[in-house]
């Protein structure tokens, strides 16, 4: 069956350190891969899309890999800030509808 | 403001009870979803419409029940049969004109209750 991993529950980094959050599957071949952002009891909020032609994207201080090789999206935050501190989603698109399947998500917490 | 709104924020329901939860969306968006959150879990699909009067299952639409009559709007009521309702409910809607790579909007949620 299709499965999603993201790498740990949580992950604690010190300020202005570079996060790096881990999303592996398998059993799929998603045409693109998208990362969210979740607040605690907020809903999440889009922050980057990949194709699966796309090796890797970069939004200011974000920045999204996609190997579909490996079947792993490597998602990093440089100079990290406390106000990065939320929980992290990877979703992946499903066959030719546009649905997704989400990850549980990586809870990161940068501390000052 | 365009956006998605949920009401209400919380809601409780009574052993046997339907619920309602409401979800409106003022950004013209074609397709609107509805996923449950549990703790430390992802989202899972409940039911999603790509169009007005149409709309399919998720992966857990057992229990839970959906109208899409309006194209702003996508009530979601969790019946009776529904036997673990406590969750955190998004709605969420994409444009739904962008082929397949979409992404998706969310709500800020209704959290329910079991009394």
């Known amino acids: 069956s299709q499965k999603i991993e993201q790498n740990s529950e949580a992950l604690n980094i010190q300020e202005g350190k570079t996060a790096t959050l881990t999303c592996n599957y398998t059993?799929?071949?998603?045409?693109?891969l998208q990362w969210y952002r979740q607040d605690p009891g907020r809903g999440p909020v889009f922050l980057l899309l990949i194709r699966e032609n796309e090796k890797e994207k970069r939004k200011e201080r974000l920045k999204v890999t996609f190997d579909t090789t490996l079947k792993q999206s490597l998602f990093h935050i440089t100079a990290s800030q406390p106000a990065d501190s939320a929980t992290y989603l990877c979703?992946?698109?499903?066959?030719?509808?546009?649905?997704?399947?989400f990850g549980s998500g990586t809870q990161l917490t940068v501390l000052p | 403001d365009g956006g998605i709104t949920q009401s209400p924020k919380y809601l409780f329901r009574k052993e046997g009870q339907n619920v309602t939860l409401s979800c409106e969306q003022n950004l013209n968006h074609d397709a609107m979803y509805w996923y449950r959150q549990d703790p430390g879990q992802g989202l899972r699909l409940i039911y999603y419409?790509?169009?007005?009067?149409?709309?399919q299952k998720g992966d857990i639409a057992e229990g839970y029940s959906v109208s899409r009559e309006k194209k702003e709007s996508f009530p979601l009521t969790v019946t009776s049969a529904q036997k673990n309702p406590t969750a955190f409910y998004l709605c969420a809607s994409s444009t739904g004109t962008s082929g397949r790579f979409e992404t998706q909007y969310f709500g800020p949620g209704t959290r329910l209750l079991v009394l």
């Open positions: 419409s790509q169009i007005v009067n149409d709309f």
């Open positions: 059993n799929y071949s998603p045409a693109y």
């Open positions: 979703a992946l698109s499903r066959g030719s509808a546009r649905q997704l399947t």
